[in-house]
């Protein structure tokens, strides 16, 4: 790379506004639906019933009812409550239910760390009439990477797992639940609707600000002296971050959102919402490519008169879980003796 020094007009721009929406709400009907494999098809599909909009199921609550013996007949899961909540929520809230049996009792409630998209039922098939029938006995969400397995019963054998698309989680749910009967069941199937989740790089708010990179103070000496710094270029996610946000960062990353995936869309909330910059001066929709790629890093060194104190700055944009270091850099020289203060603005060019 080689370093261009050319003045740059420094001064205050109106801002280009951009009218795209920035609401990232999502209605029924979601995008796509998932049911799990019927090994059984008794009873009637209860109603669809929907997170509000913009969450998701990120955990489940079942209606069980306790093995009965021998003897007695066994309903196994008679109802499923998903709980609702943003990307990242790990407290109740908001829950759906649909159809429900009237058998046994909602017991332990099984929460993920984030939206959970996907599932696999565990189900009996039919014992045609030679043993008890039961149908659904257990249910286990998919998210963040793990699995949350309810407090069902064992009979059966788990189904094969169901999994959202990329980039969408569950936020729906349908159950289909036999009637109280001599030989009866509760949940027989179970369909989930999974809808789009937001692409966090399009619906954060981004801001930029001038970063001190280095101040190299040379006013003592009586010659010229060199500091080095590492110059970085590029994005990357930003390092300061409290835990509860990389939480939901790697979330984001799990349901699709990986870096550096996001950078076509980063940048392009960039030059829409900061256009040219009224803190910087810097111009965000003619940055340069390297400025959208991953951030790479040179060591360089500055050299600095005697008697002079120089300080560096660089375009810095942050945008909730990333940042971007922008190729225009800001020298600020202030004389010890005059304190006469001068200031120049380079870019830097990939070659």
């Known amino acids: 790379m080689a370093t261009i020094w050319s003045p740059i007009l420094v001064g205050l721009a109106v801002a280009v506004a951009s009218a795209f929406a920035r609401e990232a709400e999502v209605k029924a009907p979601r995008n796509s639906t998932l049911e799990s494999p019927r090994l059984t098809s008794w009873g009637k599909w209860g109603e669809w019933e929907y997170c509000p909009s913009g969450m998701y199921a990120f955990g489940m609550q079942l209606q069980t009812q306790s093995y009965q013996g021998i003897w007695v007949d066994d309903q196994a ?3 499923i409550r998903l709980f609702c909540g943003p990307v990242g929520e790990d407290s109740i809230g908001e829950s759906i239910t649909s159809l429900v049996g009237s058998g046994g009792d909602f017991n332990r409630e099984f929460l ?3 939206a959970a998209t996907g599932f696999q039922l565990r189900s009996e098939p039919n014992q045609g009439g030679v043993s008890d029938d039961t149908a659904a006995n257990n249910l286990r969400l998919f998210c963040d990477g793990k699995i949350k397995e309810g407090d069902g019963l064992s009979f059966g054998d788990w189904t094969e ?6 980039k969408t989680a569950i936020c729906g749910l349908r159950t289909q639940v036999e009637e109280p009967q001599a030989d009866g069941t509760g949940v027989n199937n179970i369909q989930v609707q999974c809808c789009p989740v937001p692409n966090p790089s399009e619906f954060c708010e981004p801001q930029d600000a001038w970063d001190l990179l280095l101040e190299c103070d040379n006013t003592q000496a009586v010659s010229e002296t060199s500091c080095t710094y590492e110059r970085k270029i590029g994005a990357t996610y930003w390092n300061q971050m409290s835990a509860s946000e990389w939480l939901t960062y790697d979330l984001y990353a799990y349901i699709g959102y990986s870096f550096p995936g996001v950078l076509d869309s980063l940048a392009g909330n ?3 919402h900061l256009g040219q910059s009224l803190s910087t001066g810097y111009n965000w929709t003619s940055s340069s490519g390297e400025v959208w790629k991953e951030e790479t890093s040179v060591t360089v060194s500055i050299s600095v008169p005697p008697g002079v104190r ?3 700055f660089q375009t810095y944009g942050t945008c909730d879980f990333y940042a971007v ?3 225009v850099f800001k020298r600020v020289d202030t004389n010890n003796a005059s304190f006469v203060q001068s200031e120049s603005l380079f870019t830097v060019y990939e070659k």
């Open 77 to 79: 899961v008679t109802g």
């Open 112 to 114: 993920c760390a984030g």
């Open 161 to 166: 797992p169901q999994q959202c698309p990329p």
């Open 270 to 272: 960039f030059q829409a």
């Open 310 to 312: 120089t300080r560096l």
């Open 325 to 327: 270091r922008a190729n």
